[in-house]
């Protein structure tokens, strides 16, 4: 009898069955997310020549498709990280709020930067002018100046190491977005919801944090349309907001613009410093 009731299975609770659809929902989104990231930049000898949504959204009769994803992605994008930033116990609700302005402004200026001259606003013709290398300039330096005020603004309430890290993750993400191609910039906002659901799933499971991130660093590299070859390196990020030639400028920018993958993940594990449990 004892025996029969060692090796009997133990049921369910309805609890358990609930945490453990949600967990096998949470692995095949975190699939489905990396297979569609997949598709939106080909990359490599292989697969260079097939067609994907880049060269699909680049067409000049999609320029309209191509907003309203670049919308989609920006939406997405502010919606993950307000959800992730939290005030800290010295901050003001004053100051709380006024980075939470200045972080929705930033993301509202990177999408009207980011329009084509047929679907640029009056508005944005009215206040910065009609010419779209003048608008692109200026917009693209209100970006700048905003990511450096956001970082201002929070790093003194930070206290911890993974809060340092989470204010200079909200700061760079400004620049990614400004950097990147208006199609590829879905990838940001994908690769936060594969990390979070990644992380719930590896305090389970696996312990190795870094070789993981390692992993979905690299495999961001590759999703953003780069290679091994110098060819596929997006010159034209390095000249965002650029007046005029700057050859140490335009490297840096060429270079965040590149390696935004790795550094984003390398960001978001040492902003879970704090939760990793040894």
Same mark, same amino acid.
């Given at each position: 009898?004892?025996m029969?009731?060692?090796?009997?299975?133990?049921?369910?609770?309805?609890?358990?069955?609930k945490?453990?659809?949600c967990?096998?929902?949470?692995?095949?989104?975190?699939?489905?997310?990396?297979?569609?990231?997949?598709?939106?930049?080909?990359?490599?000898?292989?697969?260079?020549h097939?067609?994907?949504?880049?060269?699909y959204?680049?067409?000049?009769?999609?320029?309209?498709?191509l907003?309203?994803?670049?919308?989609?992605?920006?939406?997405?994008?502010?919606?993950?990280?307000?959800?992730?930033?939290?005030?800290?116990?010295n901050?003001?609700?004053?100051?709380?709020?006024?980075?939470?302005?200045?972080?929705?402004?930033?993301?509202?200026?990177?999408?009207?930067?980011?329009?084509?001259?047929?679907?640029?606003?009056?508005?944005?013709?009215?206040?910065?002018? /009609? *010419?779209?290398?003048?608008?692109?300039? =200026?917009? +693209?330096?209100?970006?700048y100046?905003? @990511?450096?005020?956001?970082?201002? #603004?929070?790093?003194?309430?930070?206290?911890?190491v993974?809060?340092?890290?989470?204010?200079?993750?909200?700061?760079?993400?400004?620049?990614?977005?400004?950097?990147?191609?208006?199609?590829?910039?879905?990838?940001?906002?994908?690769?936060?919801?594969?990390?979070?659901?990644?992380?719930?799933?590896?305090?389970?499971?696996?312990?190795?944090?870094?070789?993981?991130?390692?992993?979905y660093?690299?495999?961001?590299?590759?999703?953003?349309?780069? /290679? *091994?070859?110098?060819?596929?390196?997006? =010159?034209g +990020?390095?000249?965002q907001?650029?007046? @005029?030639?700057?050859?140490?400028? #335009?490297?840096?920018?060429?270079?965040?613009?590149?390696?935004?993958?790795?550094?984003?993940?390398?960001?978001?594990?040492?902003?879970?410093?704090?939760?990793?449990?040894?």
């Amino acid at each position: 009898q004892v025996m029969l009731n060692a090796n009997t299975p133990k049921k369910l609770t309805t609890s358990q069955l609930k945490k453990n659809i949600c967990d096998m929902g949470g692995t095949v989104l975190v699939f489905f997310l990396l297979r569609m990231a997949r598709t939106i930049n080909q990359t490599g000898d292989k697969w260079l020549h097939l067609p994907d949504l880049s060269d699909y959204f680049q067409k000049p009769e999609n320029h309209v498709k191509l907003t309203i994803a670049h919308a989609v992605s920006v939406l997405l994008l502010v919606g993950v990280r307000i959800r992730s930033i939290k005030r800290w116990a010295n901050e003001s609700v004053s100051k709380y709020g006024l980075s939470i302005v200045i972080l929705v402004t930033a993301y509202l200026t990177i999408f009207i930067q980011k329009l084509s001259d047929e679907t640029s606003t009056k508005f944005a013709n009215a206040i910065i002018g /009609s *010419n779209e290398d003048n608008r692109k300039i =200026v917009l +693209a330096q209100l970006v700048y100046l905003y @990511s450096f005020l956001y970082f201002v #603004i929070r790093i003194y309430g930070a206290e911890t190491v993974s809060n340092c890290c989470q204010v200079l993750l909200d700061s760079l993400l400004m620049v990614f977005s400004l950097l990147v191609q208006p199609y590829s910039a879905c990838l940001l906002p994908i690769g936060l919801i594969i990390e979070d659901l990644v992380f719930n799933s590896m305090q389970k499971v696996c312990k190795d944090w870094g070789s993981v991130y390692y992993l979905y660093g690299l495999s961001t590299y590759f999703q953003m349309g780069n /290679s *091994n070859n110098i060819a596929s390196v997006d =010159v034209g +990020a390095g000249y965002q907001g650029m007046p @005029s030639y700057s050859p140490g400028i #335009i490297c840096l920018l060429m270079a965040v613009n590149t390696f935004n993958g790795p550094l984003l993940w390398a960001l978001l594990l040492f902003c879970r410093l704090d939760q990793i449990k040894e």
